[in-house]
């Protein structure tokens, strides 16, 4: 009986796991919306590529080493005559950033000199993004980890308290 009981507690255990990776999926989910939601009053000008290149680093990430790259651009663009410059390229973090490909098929399309399209803050001129794209990529992995807990959880909880010895009918003396 000690045991089932202590397997019992164990799918508790998984089911309060899998809340917190639905919670956790769920706050990632919403920072990445609220960021593209506070785009919305956002206008856009043509600016100017001054630089750009790719950057690589080791990146300890949140399932091992290994290397990402980015491309790191500089701008300028003109808002209401006075001359901005920005370096930010991705509203939000985003997976297709970690791909040396896409980085430089991005970098190729956008060479030094070259007119670019540069969204930016009304109320804010200087905060600005070349492209106003998020990533649900965790949040998602957050979620199906979290369902997957959830469901692991249930099954454990369902299969050891349908495994428990039935308690003694009333009434029944066991000689009979």
């Known amino acids: 009986m000690t045991r089932i009981r202590g397997l019992f507690r164990f799918d508790r255990i998984v089911l309060l796991l ?13 920072g990445q919306w609220s960021n593209l939601e506070r785009t919305r009053a956002w206008r856009s000008v043509k600016g100017e590529v001054l630089s750009g290149h790719m950057e690589v680093e080791k990146s300890n990430g949140r399932f ?3 290397w990402r790259s980015w491309a790191a651009m500089r701008y300028r663009y003109v808002v209401d005559g006075r001359t901005y ?9 985003t997976v297709e950033w970690y791909d040396e490909e896409y980085v430089e098929a991005f970098l190729a399309a956008h060479p030094d000199g070259s007119v670019i399209d540069v969204h930016y803050d009304p109320a804010d001129p200087r905060d600005s993004a070349l492209l106003l794209e998020v990533s649900y990529g965790w949040a998602l992995l ?4 979290g369902l997957f807990a959830g469901v692991a959880g249930l099954a454990i909880g369902l299969d050891y308290r349908d495994a428990r010895p039935a308690p003694p009918r ?3 003396s066991k000689s009979d």
Do not use: T
């Not at 899998?18 to 919403?30: P, T």
């Not at 957050?142 to 980890?145: I, N, T």
């Open 142 to 145: 957050y979620g199906f980890f």
């Open 64 to 66: 091992g080493d290994g």
């Open 18 to 30: 899998s809340l917190c990776l639905l919670v956790l999926g769920a706050w990632e989910a919403w």
């Open 170 to 172: 009333q009434g029944v």
């Open 85 to 93: 410059r920005g370096e930010r390229v991705y509203l939000g973090e």
